[in-house]
């Protein structure tokens, strides 16, 4: 892959420089990790000798409605070909209208793709703590979206180790520094190909 990016940044006269804008929560903004420790940090560094510039737009508990009014600011600063979209968590840990979750995540893909930017959505889990059918119908948020607007979807960014709390920092909600990559390599699945 490497070779391949390289060769396309030295044609003459071309320019392929393109962001890649991390849109989330605290799970991509590194909360509880040191600095440079977390996946989007990973990401840079795995992108670092590619025409890929990745920028972090994070904040840590982030809402989808807080999401909803930053985008069309961070879509007009940074331009982005590809935006991977991870906010609805707090949403549902907070016992939100879950209609309200799904329609400002929808508004936030409809900003991007006016923009001209490819959207890669991130899907998160619940724990059953407001019951069974509130978490199940939060899950079915992202793949219901991802097949409105023909997204990437990564359908689960825990998928594979949610359930071992040895990847956990102590809140048992934010994965452990050591447990990044493993982030990573589920988002990077998908990312790929968009590249």
């Known amino acids: 892959m490497k070779i391949l990016f390289t060769l396309i940044a030295l044609l003459p006269g071309l320019s392929f420089a393109a962001t890649i804008l991390v849109f989330g929560d605290s799970l991509s903004a590194g909360y509880g ?50 935006v991977i979209l991870e906010l609805g968590a707090n949403d549902g840990l907070r016992g939100g209208a879950l209609d309200i979750a799904k329609n400002n995540l929808d508004a936030i893909v409809r900003a991007c793709k006016k923009h001209h930017a490819r959207v890669l959505l991130v899907g998160m889990r619940l724990p059953p703590n407001y019951g069974l059918k509130y978490s ?3 899950g079915k948020i992202y793949p219901e979206l991802a097949k409105r607007h023909d997204l990437a979807l990564v359908p689960f960014m825990l998928e594979g180790f949610a359930g071992n709390m040895e990847d956990f920092q102590s809140d048992g909600l934010h994965p452990s520094a050591k447990a990044q990559g493993k982030v990573l390599s589920n988002i990077w699945k998908v990312l790929y190909p968009m590249l």
Do not use: C, H
């Open 136 to 138: 199940d119908a939060f």
């Open 33 to 82: 990790l040191p600095t440079g420790q977390g996946w989007v940090d990973l990401l840079r560094v795995k992108l670092a000798t590619t025409p890929f510039k990745v920028v972090n737009a994070s904040i840590s508990g982030e809402t989808t409605t807080g999401g909803l009014a930053r985008i069309e600011p961070a879509l007009t600063k940074f331009s982005p070909k590809i």
